[in-house]
């Protein structure tokens, strides 16, 4: 059993930065793949960003990529979103997921956080 914690959002400014935790339990966390996506009120959630078990190949959402950076520490544990230049249009709920196998898309992942907010002012 694998269980996420997400942590790390917040309120920012648009061009500002945030960086999202993701704990992860259990003794597997290099076998799997991790993502993190987000859902914005009224809207689907969405792919933002993955990582793979060894943390040598990472992918991006078009919408995101150069501004945000997966990263994972395998001392922790943790899984890492670094932020920068946000958006209005980033605003959303962020939720970490994992699964053994890499994907895009929502039913690639068995295993998910519980999210955490994040709002970016204009």
């Known amino acids: 059993q694998v269980q996420l914690v997400e942590s790390g959002g917040g309120l920012v400014q648009a061009g500002g930065s945030l960086r999202l935790s993701c704990a992860v339990s259990?003794?597997?966390?290099?076998?799997?793949?991790m993502g993190w996506f987000r859902q914005a009120p009224g809207k689907e959630r969405e792919f933002v960003a993955r990582?793979?078990?060894?943390?040598?190949?990472?992918y991006y959402a078009d919408s995101v990529k150069g501004r945000f950076t997966i990263s994972r520490d395998f001392a922790k544990n943790t899984v890492f979103l670094q932020m920068n230049s946000l958006k209005p249009e980033d605003t959303a709920v962020y939720y970490c997921?994992?699964?053994?196998?890499?994907?895009?898309?929502?039913?690639?992942?068995?295993?998910w956080g519980q999210g955490t907010q994040v709002t970016v002012s204009s």
């Open positions: 997921a994992a699964d053994r196998y890499p994907g895009v898309g929502v039913n690639n992942y068995v295993y």
């Open positions: 990582i793979s078990g060894s943390g040598d190949s990472t």
């Open positions: 259990g003794r597997t966390f290099s076998k799997h793949f």
